[in-house]
């Protein structure tokens, strides 16, 4: 409701994004505010069918699913966006048709073993986690090379500025699907537990991989016709092996605060924050899709050596990411007693929660788009360097505040680490590059 609501005027405004973006910020914006309103009403309809308890366990289940999920490619998800530009600006159709078959083979493989890896630590050690964490977890490990895969076609899709074919699948159809799985399975008596959620996921995950992994293979068949196949692993890998580190630390920076929580408060109180988790996460679309439609201008701006074009992307990316944000979390904060009761949560206990959160994320858009130009341009290693510094600061913020404060402690953390993390990678950004980041320096 509140993605309906916020939609047309954010829309608006990003459509002015076309001159740069070509239009693919409002693209990939209009299909994550869609896919936010799935989500949103598949996270409500989890956290009343279940109860606060079990969508606690869900929760935690699946954010270490996505966190683990997310870095199986290797880097070589986000590398497509660098690599494959690049090759077929320079018509090296052999080169860039040997990165596309090296990818798929590495992220598969190395899928499949983490999986395995997950299923027999599981099977041999059935103690290794609580009673009602083992089924879910089990499935868990199923979901990893699916996740994986649809990840690699992601990347793949966003290299070819195929945004809504990549970006549709996994945040529109698979939480779609993950509602209209979940609602059946309730309706046909299935136990109101953590394992089912699962279960459903696992389902949706499966469907939307499938169906996009086929489009993108079709599509990819016109874009670069059957030919030899060249390869140049040492050089991907010394790029996408630092790139993975970044989406490593940047997943667990994205999700510590669930981690940490889950490990120090209750689930029923892991619940509460998670709700508002997933409705702070709508501001958080924004920087995602202008941050999705810019990656491949950065990278071509730079091959052809074209500094005032990359000093306008920088320029204009900044501004919106910033107002856009700004704009969306301010009326999330007006909906958010009606936004938070349909979760069942108090209003009293949630809404500072969020209020909080969506500051940090204000906070840490003013910056601009640093983590974009490092990953870029050459920065791949001191941006996962930063990173992994975010993460030990939030988990020791984390630590800190939540016996203190509970939730409103992991809010707290988070917001300060966010920003703290904005504000180091646009100070390597400026000294690497020499490129002004924040919208400040920008304007």
């Known amino acids: 409701m509140a993605a309906t609501i916020l939609s047309a005027p954010i829309l608006g405004r990003l459509s002015l994004l076309r001159q740069g973006f070509g239009g693919g910020a409002s693209t990939v914006f209009a299909i994550r505010i869609s896919a936010a309103g799935f989500a949103y009403a598949g996270q409500v309809l989890a956290a009343r069918v279940m109860g606060w ?3 606690g366990i869900f929760a935690t289940v699946w954010v270490w699913t996505a966190l683990v999920g997310h870095t199986l490619t290797l880097g070589l998800a986000q590398g497509a966006s660098r690599f494959l530009p690049e090759d077929q600006a320079r018509g090296d159709a052999d080169h860039a048709r040997g990165y596309v078959r090296a990818g798929a083979l590495v992220t598969g493989g190395t899928a499949l073993a983490a999986a395995g890896l997950g299923l027999a630590l599981l099977w041999l050690e059935p103690g290794l986690l609580g009673a009602t964490y083992r089924a879910p977890a089990l499935i868990a490990a199923l979901i990893l090379p699916v996740f994986a895969m649809q990840d690699y076609c992601e990347g793949i899709a966003r290299s070819q500025n195929w945004l809504g074919l990549a970006i549709a699948p996994p945040y529109l159809l698979r939480q779609a699907a993950m509602m209209a799985f979940l609602a059946g ?14 279960t459903c996921m696992f389902a949706a995950a499966l469907v939307s991989t499938v169906l996009q992994s086929v489009l993108v293979a079709g599509r990819l068949r016109v874009e670069l016709p059957p030919g030899p196949h060249r390869y140049d692993l040492r050089r991907w890998f010394g790029a996408t092996l630092p790139i993975a580190g970044i989406d490593l630390a940047t997943a667990g920076f994205s999700f510590v605060d669930v981690i940490v929580l889950g490990a120090l408060a209750s689930p029923a109180e892991l619940g509460l924050y998670f709700a ?24 071509a701006a730079q091959a052809m050596g074209d500094r005032s074009r990359l ?19 301010l009326g999330l904060l007006a909906g958010s007693p009606l936004l938070l009761a349909l979760f069942g949560a108090n209003v009293s206990e949630g809404l500072p929660l969020l209020a909080v959160l969506v500051a940090g994320g204000i906070a840490a858009s003013l910056f601009g788009p640093c983590a974009d130009l490092l990953t870029m341009l050459g920065g791949e290693r001191i941006c996962a360097a930063i990173t992994g510094g975010a993460v030990a600061a939030a988990v020791l913020l984390c630590v800190a505040l939540v016996p203190v404060l509970g939730p409103l402690g992991a809010a707290l953390a988070m917001a300060l680490a966010q920003t703290g993390r904005a504000a180091a990678l ?3 950004a400026k000294n690497l590059h020499r490129l002004p980041t924040p919208v400040w320096d920008a304007a």
Request: proline residues 3%.
């Open 185 to 198: 399975a309730m309706l046909l008596g299935a136990p109101a537990v953590a394992e089912t959620a699962m």
């Open 53 to 55: 308890d079990a969508y």
């Open 276 to 299: 508002a988790t997933r409705i702070q996460q709508i501001a958080a679309f924004v920087p995602y899709a202008v941050s999705a439609a810019a990656l491949r201008h950065y990278s």
């Open 311 to 329: 000093l306008a992307l920088v320029r204009r990316q900044g501004r919106f990411t910033a107002g856009a944000t700004a704009f969306v979390g």
């Open 426 to 428: 646009s100070l390597a």
